[in-house]
């Protein structure tokens, strides 16, 4: 049988439930803990998500390998510690990745790429497949210059740029706006040489097996990953540098003509000269037009922090990966650079590539 409370006990619980109601009233009014501003920055929380990194070309050459080492160790030196997954996007020559990440990549520090360093050149020569502004693109950083190189297997016919003024030789292209097309094109028209450019191959990586396999002479590809991955074939005699894509010729390969060497007048030289530039571009990050301030300034320095990082740099050496930085701003110069082009040698590029 239930006893009826007493005065005493009721009063008891009236005391305790305004306790409780004065307590609850307290911590709502009560102003939220401060928070981590180095934890909950717009910054860091864009980078909350991964990043992915689309690379211009497939899987196999130098843009594909910088972008892999990049994808390694960049989210380390983000804020939030981002993952980052590599993406290739193969198709004319990384135009089809530059479209991209300029018109439909998002612009909140998720998406980032490597793409040709013909770029520039490709909009200043107003190729019909440009839908971009390469002065517009947030540049993030070069992670090295590139010496761009051609070479040939030891049974094509042909073994020198002498030798191809007067006998043929097949190269395997990788697409309308790689060197391993245009240069071949342009010294075709230019010099008098006798290249034969078969296209289709994604990226250097199956050309040089394409090479190698015979179905080729030669093809073009980067000084940077022969010494990283195909040195024994110039050391055992099976293959040989015949060009180097540069003004003057590197201290590396002081034996190869460089392109600046060729071209009979001013004009000519101007064009080769002017494919001889991109390494200057080498292989390097850009982000989407219009990047908020903040998310660009996280990448640029991100990269910068990455190429002092002597795990990556440990790694990049074992590769033989060279790694020469170079700021946003020294690629923004070079792209607004290339962009000058006079329209005397725009008509001249275009003719060349009508034929």
């Not at 981590?36 to 998500?49: C, G, H, M």
């Given at each position: 049988?239930?006893?009826?409370?007493?005065?005493?006990?009721?009063?008891?619980?009236?005391?305790?439930?305004?306790?409780?109601?004065?307590?609850?009233?307290?911590?709502?009014?009560?102003?939220?803990?401060?928070?981590?501003?180095?934890?909950?920055?717009?910054?860091?929380?864009?980078?909350?998500?991964?990043?992915?990194?689309?690379?211009?070309?497939?899987?196999?050459?130098?843009?594909?390998?910088?972008?892999?080492?990049?994808?390694?160790?960049?989210?380390?030196?983000?804020?939030?510690?981002?993952?980052?997954?590599?993406?290739?996007?193969?198709?004319?020559?990384?135009?089809?990745?530059?479209?991209?990440?300029?018109?439909?990549?998002?612009?909140?520090?998720?998406?980032?790429?490597?793409?040709?360093?013909?770029?520039?050149?490709?909009?200043?020569?107003?190729?019909?497949?440009?839908?971009?502004?390469?002065?517009?693109?947030?540049?993030?950083?070069?992670?090295?210059?590139?010496?761009?190189?051609?070479?040939?297997?030891?049974?094509?016919?042909?073994?020198?740029?002498?030798?191809?003024?007067?006998?043929?030789?097949?190269?395997?292209?990788?697409?309308?706006?790689?060197?391993?097309?245009?240069?071949?094109?342009?010294?075709?028209?230019?010099?008098?040489?006798?290249?034969?450019?078969?296209?289709?191959?994604?990226?250097?990586?199956?050309?040089?097996?394409?090479?190698?396999?015979?179905?080729?002479?030669?093809?073009?590809?980067?000084?940077?990953?022969?010494?990283?991955?195909?040195?024994?074939?110039?050391?055992?005699?099976?293959?040989?540098?015949?060009?180097?894509?540069?003004?003057?010729?590197?201290?590396?390969?002081?034996?190869?003509?460089?392109?600046?060497?060729?071209?009979?007048?001013?004009?000519?030289?101007?064009?080769?000269?002017?494919?001889?530039?991109?390494?200057?571009?080498?292989?390097?990050?850009?982000?989407?037009?219009?990047?908020?301030?903040?998310?660009?300034?996280?990448?640029?320095?991100?990269?910068?922090?990455?190429?002092?990082?002597?795990?990556?740099?440990?790694?990049?050496?074992?590769?033989?990966?060279?790694?020469?930085?170079?700021?946003?701003?020294?690629?923004?110069?070079?792209?607004?650079?290339?962009?000058?082009?006079?329209d005397t040698i725009r008509a001249k590029v275009r003719d060349i590539f009508k034929q």
């Amino acid at each position: 049988m239930r006893t009826a409370p007493t005065a005493s006990s009721i009063a008891r619980l009236a005391a305790t439930l305004t306790f409780a109601s004065l307590t609850l009233v307290n911590l709502t009014l009560a102003p939220a803990p401060a928070r981590s501003q180095t934890a909950n920055t717009d910054t860091d929380s864009s980078f909350r998500k991964p990043i992915t990194l689309t690379v211009g070309y497939a899987p196999g050459g130098s843009y594909d390998l910088y972008a892999r080492f990049t994808g390694r160790f960049l989210g380390r030196h983000l804020p939030g510690k981002p993952s980052v997954v590599v993406q290739n996007m193969p198709g004319a020559g990384s135009l089809q990745a530059a479209n991209y990440i300029y018109k439909v990549a998002p612009k909140d520090g998720t998406a980032i790429a490597v793409i040709a360093e013909t770029i520039p050149m490709e909009q200043a020569l107003q190729n019909p497949g440009v839908q971009y502004d390469a002065a517009r693109f947030t540049y993030i950083g070069r992670l090295a210059s590139s010496n761009n190189i051609h070479l040939v297997w030891h049974t094509a016919k042909a073994q020198s740029m002498q030798d191809v003024l007067k006998t043929e030789m097949t190269v395997a292209g990788t697409g309308p706006a790689n060197i391993a097309e245009t240069v071949p094109k342009i010294l075709n028209s230019l010099v008098g040489t006798k290249f034969k450019v078969v296209s289709g191959y994604p990226s250097s990586g199956p050309a040089m097996v394409a090479m190698e396999r015979g179905e080729v002479d030669g093809t073009g590809t980067s000084w940077a990953i022969v010494k990283s991955q195909r040195m024994s074939w110039i050391n055992e005699g099976k293959a040989r540098i015949i060009l180097q894509v540069l003004p003057t010729r590197s201290a590396e390969l002081p034996g190869v003509p460089a392109l600046g060497e060729f071209g009979s007048n001013p004009e000519d030289k101007a064009i080769l000269n002017l494919y001889a530039s991109g390494g200057a571009l080498g292989r390097y990050l850009v982000a989407p037009p219009d990047l908020p301030a903040e998310i660009a300034k996280a990448l640029r320095e991100g990269l910068q922090a990455m190429m002092r990082d002597p795990e990556f740099l440990s790694e990049t050496r074992k590769s033989t990966l060279e790694i020469e930085p170079a700021s946003h701003t020294d690629l923004e110069t070079v792209a607004k650079r290339t962009l000058q082009v006079s329209d005397t040698i725009r008509a001249k590029v275009r003719d060349i590539f009508k034929q």
